[in-house]
């Protein structure tokens, strides 16, 4: 087989190639509760004004604020108490000159009223109450209203025919609150992408089976499903593909269903590896040197499969390190963009290193490291220990990467340097 030049390229250029042949998901209409962590398909626009009435922002009493002037506790203004309205009922009665409806929180306002007087601006604490179910006949406020006090407008929160939520935004619970306080209970929203998972390599062994002497446990399928999980994808894991051409293509082939397939491995220069011949057997996969560190090689292309479907492969290095750090710059904006998701970068806040990183061969330097507050209250990076690309411990103990700049051959300590932080989702500054 003939393997395209290998080229090295930019993250930048990586992603975007990378992105251009990744397409949305289709959309369908779900109930909102399932809506969770998924991405509108359409706009959603409001059937009526949320309030749909003016309310009470407090338990009181609905007034007339011209008839409450002058009062305070010296002075207070009495009124007739004429009704008692609970939320959820509209007041019968008219608010007439110095008279008051006694009213709960979330109660429409009654006619003839325009300010509503709190419980603890008036009497009522300190009158001997009727018996339960029985109104008191008068009130005493004391403390003048002004007009339009406590009371919750119409529309305030959303006006009829405004648009609620823009599509493209993903559904948090804020946003199914919103939906539900429109009355609404199906939403469109892009549908979640399988993503097939397949280890390669003869030395590879799957947790919970015998390993011989010479081999290691698969670190990176389950990984590697766990953040397709995590970012919103439905993994399928295909297992671990011998390095044979029969067991890779058939391994590979049992992936064909899914909407993206990520292996791991094989994409280096290793003597053994039969997975470039067999992912460019199955379409036209480019094998690309990224300017990074770790996670140099790099694969990506599309699979046609026998039925005329096209799946984008993304080929990961096998080293786990390598392997999470290409998934995070690549897999995940690949698997936002099909959630109809854009927003797949991370903050990077700048921070004081304390260690000394060098980085003499040109490539852009994602090492682990921890970010922390010190007690002046700046932020300081450390490394997480050795750095090799098989240290899958150095990346479970950081919370971010340092992006060390292609022509930054070393920083110093106590150099400020700017760090992609894994744990906040989303861009923030
Ligand atoms: P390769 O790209 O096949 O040369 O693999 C690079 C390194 O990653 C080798 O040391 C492999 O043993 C290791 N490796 C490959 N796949 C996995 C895996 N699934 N889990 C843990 N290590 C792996
Ligand atoms: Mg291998």
């Given amino acids: 087989m003939t393997l395209p030049v290998s080229q090295m390229i930019s993250v930048e250029e990586a992603r975007e190639r990378i992105l251009q042949l990744i397409d949305r998901m289709p959309s369908y209409l779900t109930p909102i509760d399932e809506a969770l962590g998924q991405v509108l398909a359409n706009k959603v626009i409001a059937p009526f004004d949320i309030p749909p009435l003016d309310n009470t922002a407090m338990d009181g009493y609905a007034v007339r604020a011209s008839d409450t002037q002058g009062a305070d506790t010296h002075h207070p203004v009495r009124l007739k108490v004429i009704a008692d309205l609970a939320a959820g009922y509209i007041a019968e009665q008219e608010v007439g000159e ?32 009727p018996e339960k179910g029985k109104l ?14 406590n009371i919750r407008f119409r529309g305030e929160d959303i006006r009829e025919k405004q648009t609620v939520l823009e599509d493209g935004r993903m559904i948090r619970a804020s946003e199914i609150g919103v939906l539900a306080s429109i009355g609404l209970t199906k939403i469109e ?29 698969d670190a990176n399928t389950q990984m590697l499903a766990a953040l397709v999980k995590q970012f919103g994808g439905i993994p399928l894991v295909l297992g671990i593909a011998k390095d044979t051409v029969e067991d890779l293509t058939l391994k590979l ?48 292309g599309t699979f046609h499969t026998a039925t005329g479907k096209t799946i984008p492969h993304l080929g990961l290095p096998g080293n786990p390190v390598s392997s999470m750090v290409a998934f995070e710059l690549f897999g995940r904006p690949a698997l ?15 921070a004081i290193t304390q260690d000394k990183i060098v980085n003499t061969d040109g490539r852009r330097f994602f090492a682990r490291c921890i970010v922390s507050k010190n007690a002046n209250g700046t932020l300081i990076a450390s490394l997480t220990g050795p750095q090799g690309s098989g240290i899958l411990t150095s990346m479970s103990a950081a919370n971010g990467l340092t992006i060390i700049p292609e022509e930054t051959p070393h920083v110093e300590p106590g150099e400020p340097i700017n760090v992609m932080m894994l744990d906040w989702e989303q861009k923030l500054f």
């Fill in 98 to 129: 110095n008279e008051a409806i006694r009213i709960m929180t979330g109660a429409a306002i009654p006619k003839g009223a325009d300010a509503i007087v709190p419980f603890e601006e008036t009497d009522e604490q300190s009158q001997k109450l």
């Fill in 136 to 149: 008191q006949t008068h009130v005493n406020i004391l403390k003048a209203a002004n007009k339009d006090a």
């Fill in 189 to 217: 929203i892009f549908r979640k992408p399988v993503i097939a998972i397949l280890s390669t390599g003869d030395e590879i062994v799957t947790p919970g089976e015998k390993r011989n002497p010479g081999q290691i446990y």
């Fill in 253 to 300: 082939r049992s992936g064909f269903n899914a909407d993206m397939i990520v292996t791991s491995a094989g994409v280096s220069r290793g003597d053994f590896d039969v997975v470039k011949d067999v992912l460019a057997n199955e379409g036209v996969i480019d094998f690309w040197t990224v300017r990074m560190k770790p996670g140099k090689p790099l694969a990506f």
């Fill in 336 to 350: 936002y963009k099909m959630q109809g998701r854009s927003d797949w970068e991370r903050p990077v806040i700048q």
